[in-house]
């Protein structure tokens, strides 16, 4: 069984920065396509980054493009999203997703199958 556990949210101000990790147990994590969506209160979840099994490919939606980094260590069974210039909106509960497939990129949440529990980013201004 496949389980995800992120971690490294927090307050931080405008401008500042964050790392926020994601760690996998169970499966064969080398395998798969991975994902970090957000989701502020009361609007649905939204596609942040995508990488692929190999750590080879990655895409990020337009509002992120240029200050947020996906990248993914095979040897430690984990994701993690370098956050940069933050700003108050993107203020949102941070999740990440093992996507079904091995297909590249993969921006829907219904590509995904497994989620962590999420962890908090609070941007202030």
């Known amino acids: 069984q496949v389980q995800l556990v992120e971690s490294g949210g927090g307050l931080v101000k405008f401008g500042g920065s964050l790392r926020l990790s994601c760690a996998v147990s169970g499966g064969t994590f080398n395998t798969y396509t991975m994902g970090w969506f957000r989701q502020a209160p009361g609007n649905e979840r939204e596609f942040v980054a995508t990488i692929s099994s190999t750590g080879g490919r990655t895409d990020y939606s337009d509002s992120v493009k240029g200050r947020f980094t996906i990248s993914k260590d095979n040897a430690k069974n984990t994701v993690y999203l370098q956050m940069n210039s933050l700003k108050p909106e993107d203020t949102a509960a941070y999740s990440c997703?093992?996507?079904?497939?091995?297909?590249?990129?993969?921006?829907?949440?219904?590509?995904?199958?497994?989620w962590g529990q999420g962890t908090q980013v609070t941007v202030s201004s």
């Open positions: 997703g093992k996507s079904r497939s091995t297909w590249f990129p993969r921006r829907r949440p219904s590509d995904y199958d497994v």
